[in-house]
């Protein structure tokens, strides 16, 4: 099975950078969209940033201008740049993999952001 670890997320000030990581096992890495979402306590998962195998991007409003999501194909990882992090950026943020050809979704367990004031 396909299995996905997210790193780097901590405890930031508001206005600083965090960069987040995730990595997938086996050798479907170069054919799989990856995407960012994240979950706020009391709040419906979103997706935040996402990419395709080719390097098409698209990032949600809010982190516009912001955010940056990159992959390396070679290390079957995908990366989550954050910069100008706000409070309201505080949620537990979860790496997903959807393999198109065969429309499976693969989740990570999720690494918790906080940003404070």
């Known amino acids: 099975q396909v299995q996905l670890v997210e790193s780097g997320g901590g405890l930031v000030q508001a206005g600083g950078s965090l960069s987040l990581s995730c990595r997938a096992s086996?050798?479907?890495?170069?054919?799989?969209?990856m995407n960012w979402y994240r979950q706020a306590p009391g709040n419906q998962r979103e997706l935040v940033a996402s990419?395709?195998?080719?390097?098409?991007?698209n990032y949600a409003d809010s982190v516009k201008g912001r955010f940056t999501i990159s992959r390396d194909n070679a290390k079957n990882t995908v990366y989550l740049q954050m910069n100008s992090l706000k409070p309201e950026d505080t949620a537990v943020y979860y790496c997903?993999?959807?393999?198109?050809?065969?429309?499976?979704?693969?989740w990570g367990q999720g690494t918790q952001v906080t940003v404070s004031s």
């Open positions: 086996g050798s479907i890495f170069s054919i799989a969209n």
């Open positions: 997903n993999a959807y393999l198109y050809v065969i429309s499976q979704n693969y």
């Open positions: 990419i395709t195998g080719g390097g098409s991007t």
